[in-house]
């Protein structure tokens, strides 16, 4: 998937530059690509690894064990066809907590497992079940607190406050997610009529 | 409005290495530890980001989307937003990179205090990669009928746009 977009990019941007006779120019953004790339990385850097840092003291201290306890009781409103101790419902709070907090290589595994453990009683192997619909469309719907790389971006990009978009990132997310699950609540009232 | 903004991160930070200092974590120790972590995790996605910076570049260059979405004009020049977001939208549901280059490259045209420059930060922040994860993850169990999550998600990420929309013209103004 990314290929194509990566392919397409590439031979889009190349292809028509050379139609619309900008060739001059697109010589200087080929040879210029790789440095724009460099210097990007390591604008970002900085704030990335500090992050990281403080982030792991969170870790360390069990603020996300602590985080995935108290979003557990909203969960089990969200998710009715789950039983209150099923496991699931433990790694898919534990993979919210780890989204919301920006940790996404901690989120992974716990998303996973709660895949897999939605799957063992599955019914029917090859459809996706209720409970991973809404899953996912939480989870994609990428509830963050604190968007990491942007603010290392933005003040890469010298802003004069970096930070100043969490409160419009927070509220647009929870508008999305919000969004998302009335819509899936409504389509799965419909179906089940 | 903007003053709470200015807080979240401050408070975030004290609030975390109080509470780990006071659960007995060497705070100091932990915060090498991950910082570490964070220096290898920046090398790790150096290629992609090269790769992603590159192609971008050149397709944002070429001036395609202005002319391929032409018929769109009017709306834009309606709402005042260059037509430069909507690569960004159209690519932000399938690769977080690519996106991360494309705000890059809105935040060195157009200033990252200027609305543009806020409404492509808070589109950044508030979605995630909808395709690629749901890919990933029903990949993942062999699921292959996904019901309606590809639809709601595409959807609940055309939400979040238009409120990112609404928000930062709010928050900040036009």
Not at chain 1, 161 to 175: D, G, H, K, Q, R
Not at chain 2, 83 to 92: D, K, S
Request: hydrophobic share 55%; charged share 10%; glycine share 8%.
């Amino acid at each position: 998937m990314v290929s194509i977009i990566w392919g397409a990019f590439i031979a889009i941007g190349i292809l028509f530059s050379i139609g619309s006779g900008q060739v001059e120019g697109i010589n200087s953004a080929i040879l210029k690509g790789a440095s724009d790339g460099m210097e990007l990385l390591l604008s970002m850097m900085p704030v990335l690894v500090l992050w990281s840092g403080i982030m792991k003291i969170a870790e360390d201290a069990g603020i996300l064990q602590k985080f995935s306890r108290l979003v557990q009781p909203l969960l089990h409103k969200l998710f009715p066809s789950l039983q209150k101790d099923d496991p699931a419902l433990g790694y898919i709070a534990s993979n919210i907590a780890a989204n919301a907090l920006g940790l996404g290589s901690a989120a992974t595994p716990f998303g996973l497992k709660a895949m897999e453990s939605m799957q063992k009683k599955n019914p029917h192997p090859s459809v996706a079940t209720d409970s991973m619909v809404t899953f996912l469309i939480l989870n994609t719907a990428g509830v963050t607190i604190i968007p990491t790389t942007v603010i290392a971006l933005r003040m890469g990009q010298g802003s004069a406050n970096p930070s100043e978009i969490i409160l419009t990132s927070v509220l647009a997310t929870f508008c999305s997610s919000f969004a998302g699950l009335c819509l899936d609540w409504f389509l799965r009232k419909r179906k089940q009529r | 409005m903007n003053v709470v903004s200015l807080f979240i991160l401050p408070i975030f930070v004290v609030g975390v290495v109080l509470y780990g200092f006071f659960h007995h974590v060497d705070i100091y120790e932990s915060f090498l530890k991950g910082a570490k972590e964070g220096i290898v995790m920046t090398f790790h996605i150096a290629p992609a980001v090269v790769a992603m910076v590159f192609a971008t570049n050149l397709f944002l260059h070429s001036n395609f989307i202005a002319w391929f979405f032409q018929f769109l004009n009017p709306v834009f020049q309606f709402l005042h937003v260059p037509m430069e977001i909507l690569p960004m939208a159209l690519v932000r549901p399938i690769s977080g990179t690519a996106s991360l280059a494309i705000l890059n490259s809105i935040l060195i045209t157009y200033g990252p205090d200027s609305f543009m420059g806020r409404l492509a930060s808070t589109l950044q922040g508030c979605t995630d990669t909808t395709i690629y994860v749901l890919a990933l993850y029903f990949g993942s169990v062999h699921i292959k009928k996904t019901g309606h999550a590809l639809g709601v998600g595409l959807f609940a990420d055309l939400v979040g746009i238009l409120a990112s929309f609404l928000l930062v013209s709010v928050f900040f103004g036009v």
